[in-house]
């Protein structure tokens, strides 16, 4: 089969409708929507029987190794709406020294860093475009901490489609100019990301632009799902018994418990779920104390905080999803504070040479918090989610130099761990 036999090859689809996930109101499919008329998210809903007939386990072994494998329990009818740049499968890589350690069992790393852009903002954007495609829709914006809007500037350039962007104004310089080179339009705003998105809000009326705010339109939760699709066919379709995810808008989060749902109806996996651990930064931790207050909602947290931009989101309009999906599964939120974010970075780079961003950093600093305050256990294996690559984010300079033009101290590279 060609590599790109997924992108090229049509396949059945199996979409019947969208649904609100607060009312359970149905909507119609192949048609432009936001939010629903209760203002919360729309769910994109299949038929499961169809799906469980048109795939096997053995059809999908055979198929290339990136996102569009999983065509049937995607969105998007025509391959000539595909948008894409290459959507690797991400590996699951194992963090051997650190587990041994902290004497655990087990202890991964799905690396979204991967994926084009850089970030696993790349999975939801690409599935939003390749909608807006098929949709035939010509503006599109959205409010960004700096990779969503990455990743949207890509696939709509990639797609045709104009973008306008905002982010906050002390949004990483890296992140601002990747967006501007890959063709979208960038303000910088005084305020948070919240912020941004009133702007975003109000211009949808004003200018007419589509908004693709997270869980504002119901694509960038498929697309976010195929984290969860991966994670089990990497593990021989086995759950892994704790997940540790960073959580900001929580769509990846949402995404992989709607998958665990589709995949158990399809008979590809059991009824074993992973407990699913929202990680927040104590900077912001909205997520974190309306689990600990038994709240369906969560209040915007004020003055947000945290060196680990991509989870400072002081207020999530799929709160009660994310909230709903930690008790379902048994797990808990957690917030931790910015040095042990570092502490975790660093850590992490100096023992296993992998160099996490700042939220994946979060998610080992909270499995070891949670190690040690007996949450998890050293037998369960857990599964991080490292959202970013670490070369998108400031590093800390090296400050020694070498004089070669003077006699060289070569006792200076003597191993002092000997």
């Excluded at 109101?25 to 769910?43: C, F, M, Q, V």
């Excluded at 501007?180 to 998105?197: F, H, S």
């Excluded at 990846?252 to 990680?279: C, S, T, Y």
């Excluded at 912001?284 to 947000?304: F, K, L, N, S, T």
């Amino acid at each position: 089969m060609r590599f790109d036999s997924n992108l090229t090859v049509e396949r059945p689809t199996f979409v019947t409708h969208l649904e609100c996930a607060y009312t359970g109101e149905r909507y119609e499919a192949d048609t432009i929507h936001n939010l629903s008329r209760a203002g919360k998210p729309l769910l994109v809903r299949y038929d499961l029987n169809g799906v469980k007939q048109a795939l096997t386990k053995s059809s999908l072994s055979e198929r290339p190794q990136d996102l569009w494998r999983y065509r049937e329990l995607l969105p998007v009818r025509k391959i000539e709406d595909i948008v894409s740049l290459g959507e690797a499968v991400t590996p699951l890589v194992s963090l051997p020294r650190l587990a041994k350690r902290l004497g655990a069992a087990e202890l991964l790393v799905k690396d979204e860093g991967r994926l084009p852009t850089g970030s696993f903002k790349a999975r939801g954007l690409v599935m939003a475009v390749s909608m807006a495609k098929a949709f035939n829709i010509k503006h599109m914006a959205m409010p960004t901490n700096g990779n969503a809007g990455a990743a949207l500037a890509a696939y709509a350039t990639r797609a045709g489609i104009r973008t306008t962007i905002f982010c906050p104004a002390d949004t990483p310089e890296v992140n601002v100019s990747e967006i501007e080179l890959q063709g979208a339009t960038v303000y910088r705003v005084n305020g948070l990301i919240d912020d941004c998105g009133k702007i975003v809000g109000e211009g949808k009326a004003k200018v007419g632009w589509f908004d693709v705010s997270t869980l504002k339109e119901p694509y960038r939760i498929e697309g976010k799902k195929t984290m969860g699709l991966e994670l089990a066919e990497q593990l021989g379709w086995e759950m892994p018994d704790v997940i540790f995810y960073p959580t900001g808008g929580g769509t990846g989060l949402i995404g992989m418990w709607k998958a665990f749902a589709e995949l158990e109806a399809i008979g590809f996996i059991g009824a074993k779920r992973p407990r699913m651990v929202a990680v927040q930064a104590a900077g912001c931790a909205p997520m974190v104390r309306a689990w600990e207050q038994g709240e369906e909602h969560a209040p915007r947290w004020e003055d947000a905080h945290t060196v680990a931009s991509g989870i400072r989101v002081p207020q999530a309009v799929g709160d009660f999803l994310i909230l709903r999906a930690v008790r379902e599964s048994g797990g808990f939120a957690i917030a931790v504070p910015d040095d042990a974010i570092q502490a975790a970075l660093n850590e992490v780079a100096r023992e296993e040479g992998f160099l996490l961003c700042p939220e994946g950093a979060a998610t080992y600093a909270a499995y070891k918090q949670s190690l040690a305050d007996g949450r998890v256990g050293k037998e369960e294996r857990a599964v991080l989610f490292n959202c970013a690559t670490g070369l998108k984010y400031p590093l800390p300079p090296v400050h020694r130099t070498l004089d070669r033009t003077r006699p060289i101290d070569y006792s200076l590279f003597q191993d002092s761990r000997r």
